[in-house]
C-alpha cells in the first residue's frame, strides 16, 4: 500500500485523515492566521508531530501549526519523481577537462516545481540537466568517493581524496572540484593543503549554505564559479570557493589554511582569516587579489603525503578547565594536543602539573589563540614563559582547526618530536605568516555612522 501522508504522525496525521489530504498535493489550507496555499510536502520521521509543511510558489517553505488549522481542501494531486532528466555532458575539444569528486550530499539538484522534490544530481548527464552552463566551461567528469555528511568526514576521507586527486593530476586533468558539505570543509581544506604539494593545477572545495529547493540557493552559482576556477585559473593551490557578499555579484577564493566558517546559515559564511582573500570568481574569470601564489603548471607532477594520527585533540581552553581533561587524554593514548588557549596563548595554572605530564609522556602540546587573528605571544608574559618551559610550543598564527589538521598530518609521518616540531613551524600552505596585513582583520559593527553608511554605499 502506497503511503499517502509520508512521515506525518501524531496530530499532524490526524488532521491529514480528518480532511482526507495528502502528501504531495496541492493544497489550500485555512488557519486562525490566514489562507496558505502550496504543496503539502513530506516530513522526517526525526520531525515534530503538530506541524505541516508547505512549499509556497515562492518557493518557501512554511509550516503550519496543525492546533491553528480551521480547514484544508486538497486541490490537486501529483506523486513526486524523483529521476532527473538527464541531457548528454556536451564534450568541446579544446575545452579543460574538469574532475568532479563528491564526498556526500548533494552538489547540485533540481527541484520538481510542481511536487515540491529536491532530486540530486551528480553525473555530467544530471548536472548538465541541473546546471547547463557547465558545458560552456569545460569538459566535466565525475565520481562519488564517498556518501557522507560534512561531520563525518575524517582522517580516512582526508587520505583517499588526497589519493584520488594526486592520480588524477597525474592522468593530466586541468582542475579539481570537490563538492562537500559546508561544517568541516575548512577542516578538509586544511588536510589536503597538507596532503597535496606541489600541485599543477587548482583544486577546488565547493559547497552550499541553502539547497537547491530554495530561491535563493547558492549552490548552482558556487558550481559555476568552482569549475571556472578548477578549468580556468591560474592559481594552483587547495581553494575553498564560496559567495563573496551575501548578493550573487561574485564569489571568493580562500587559501585552504586560512579560511574558517563562520556563520552558520550566511551564504557568505567563509572568511580568510590573518590575511586577504587569494581572488574573487565570477561567471567571467578570476581575478587575483594577491599576487603571491602558486602558478598553473603544463607538467603532472604533485607530491602525495596521505598521512595522519587519529589520536590527536583540540582543547578550547575555557576559565576553570579541569587537569582531567588532560590526563584523560594521556591515559587513552592521545599522541598530539592543540590548545585554543586565551589572550596571547594562556590557560589557566591548575592545567601545568597535566601540562608537564605531557612533557614527560612526549606528548606534543601546540598553543594556539582562540581570538583567531593574532600571534600567539607566550614572552610576554610569565604565564606564556611559564608554559612553554612545562613544554608548550607555540604555533604561530596557525588557525586552531588547522594546527590540529597539521599536527595529525606530522604526526602521521614521524614520533620523534624534533621532526614534528619541524614540520608543525615550517609554513607549507600559507598556514603561517610572517606578518597580517592591516587588511586581514576586518570585523565592522553594524550602529556605528560610518559602518551604516560604508554598507549603504556598498551592499547590504
Same mark, same amino acid.
Given at each position: ?204 572545495? &565547493?559547497?552550499?549554505?541553502? $539547497? *537547491?529547493? /530554495? ?10 564559479? !568552482? #569549475?571556472? %576556477? ?28 586560512? &579560511?574558517?566558517?563562520?556563520? $552558520? *546559515?550566511? /551564504? ?10 587569494? !581572488? #574573487?570568481? %565570477? ?178
Amino acid at each position: 500500500m502506497i503511503d499517502i501522508f509520508k512521515g506525518y504522525r501524531g496530530k499532524a496525521l490526524e488532521i491529514l485523515k480528518k480532511y482526507n489530504v495528502r502528501v504531495w498535493s496541492d493544497a489550500e489550507i485555512k488557519t486562525t492566521r490566514g489562507s496558505f496555499n502550496g504543496i503539502i510536502l513530506p516530513r522526517s520521521e526525526n520531525d515534530d508531530d503538530w506541524h505541516i509543511v508547505l512549499k509556497l510558489a515562492t518557493g518557501y517553505n512554511v509550516g503550519i501549526d496543525v492546533n491553528t488549522i480551521t480547514d484544508m481542501k486538497e486541490i490537486g494531486y501529483k506523486e513526486a519523481h524523483y529521476k532527473i532528466p538527464e541531457k548528454k555532458f556536451p564534450y568541446t575539444k579544446g575545452k579543460p577537462s574538469v574532475k568532479l569528486f563528491g564526498t556526500g550530499g548533494t552538489i547540485a539538484s533540481r527541484l520538481d516545481y510542481r511536487t515540491g522534490a529536491v532530486i540530486p544530481a551528480f553525473s555530467p548527464g544530471e548536472l548538465y540537466g541541473a546546471v547547463p552552463e557547465l558545458a560552456n566551461i569545460c569538459n566535466l567528469q565525475t565520481e562519488k568517493l564517498f556518501a557522507v555528511f560534512s561531520e563525518n568526514m575524517g582522517p580516512d576521507q582526508y587520505k583517499k581524496l588526497a589519493v584520488a586527486i594526486g592520480k588524477e593530476i597525474e592522468k593530466g586533468i586541468d582542475g579539481i572540484v570537490i563538492g562537500h558539505g559546508t561544517d568541516t570543509l575548512h577542516h578538509t581544506a586544511a588536510a589536503l593543503s597538507f596532503m597535496i604539494q606541489n600541485s599543477p593545477v587548482p583544486i577546488v572545495l &565547493v559547497g552550499s549554505q541553502r $539547497s *537547491s529547493d /530554495r530561491p535563493s540557493s547558492d549552490a548552482a552559482l558556487n558550481l559555476i564559479h !568552482a #569549475t571556472t %576556477t578548477a578549468a580556468t585559473s591560474d592559481i594552483a593551490e587547495v581553494l575553498v570557493c564560496m559567495f563573496g557578499p551575501t548578493s550573487d555579484e561574485y564569489g571568493l577564493l580562500h587559501r585552504g589554511t586560512r &579560511v574558517r566558517k563562520m556563520h $552558520s *546559515s550566511y /551564504r557568505s559564511t567563509f572568511r580568510t582569516i590573518g590575511d586577504v582573500p587569494l !581572488a #574573487t570568481v %565570477t561567471r567571467d574569470g578570476v581575478q587575483p587579489i594577491k599576487p603571491e601564489y602558486n602558478h598553473r603548471r603544463k607538467d603532472k607532477k604533485v607530491k602525495i603525503l596521505p598521512y595522519f594520527e587519529e589520536k590527536i585533540a583540540l582543547l578550547y581552553y575555557y576559565p576553570n578547565m579541569q587537569p582531567d581533561m588532560i590526563y584523560s587524554l594521556i591515559d587513552n593514548d592521545y599522541k598530539g594536543i592543540v590548545i585554543a588557549g586565551t589572550g596571547l596563548g594562556h590557560v589557566n595554572k591548575p592545567l601545568y602539573p597535566a601540562i608537564r605530564k605531557c612533557k614527560e609522556k612526549g606528548i606534543p602540546v601546540y598553543m594556539t589563540v582562540q581570538t583567531l587573528w593574532g600571534y600567539v605571544h607566550m614572552f610576554v608574559y610569565d604565564t606564556g614563559r611559564d608554559l612553554m618551559s612545562d613544554g608548550i610550543i607555540p604555533a604561530e598564527n596557525m588557525l586552531p582547526e588547522v594546527a590540529y589538521v597539521k599536527l595529525g598530518w606530522a604526526l602521521g609521518q614521524t614520533g620523534d618530536s624534533e621532526k614534528v616540531k619541524e614540520l608543525m613551524l615550517t609554513p607549507i600552505a600559507g598556514d603561517i605568516t610572517k606578518r597580517e596585513p592591516y587588511n586581514g582583520y576586518l570585523v565592522y559593527q553594524g550602529g556605528i555612522p560610518e559602518v551604516e553608511e560604508f554598507i549603504k554605499k556598498v551592499h547590504k
